[in-house]
């Protein structure tokens, strides 16, 4: 998994559990892959933390859009659910209601064997208390990334589609 911020050069990430509120699941399209063409999508988690400038502090975790029992993704929703999904319950997922729900997040540094640099990935995801915490929401409404708006941007045509495809404003819904 890639895991990216608005500025990975400067954002200090607590080095402690951390509350925080899933902002948002976007669809990111079909995106290349080392074995072909994969619709992904990214969770983007605001967290109860602010930059060194006051700007909120968020992190993403990016999936392959696939509740298969073995996809990461399945696997991240059933540990912060504290249970396993059926078969039947993941026929057709949604995404949408997990949207505003509160988890607590461990995240951790790694170092890119590819560039050397830092970042930080979520190593583990829990459950957060019955009660909605005290949390305050500080990303506006309607805020994208920029890096999300460029890979919707640069989507690629959904294989089974053809020369059809999909745009931003038509996501690819099909887990």
Do not use: C
């Amino acid at each position: 998994m890639i895991i990216r911020t608005d500025n990975m050069e400067s954002t200090e990430y607590p080095e402690t559990e951390t509350l925080s509120r899933l902002y948002k699941v976007f669809d990111l399209g079909y995106q290349p892959g080392i074995e072909g063409p994969q619709h992904e999508v990214a969770f983007l988690f605001e967290l109860d933390a602010v930059t060194g400038d006051g700007k909120p502090m968020t992190i993403t975790k990016r999936f392959t859009a696939s509740m298969h029992p073995k996809a990461n993704l399945r696997r991240f929703i059933e540990s912060w659910r504290g249970r396993p999904f059926t078969d039947e319950e993941v026929k057709v997922f949604d995404t949408a209601p997990l949207e505003s729900k509160y988890a607590y997040l461990t995240l951790t540094k790694k170092k890119s064997t590819k560039t050397g640099k830092d970042w930080t990935d979520i190593f583990q995801l829990r459950r957060k208390p019955k009660e909605d915490p005290p949390f305050p929401k500080r990303l506006q409404d309607g805020f994208i990334p920029d890096w999300i708006k460029t890979a919707i941007e640069k989507q690629i045509k959904n294989p089974a589609q053809g020369m059809q495809g999909g745009s931003a404003d038509e996501p690819f819904m099909d887990f």
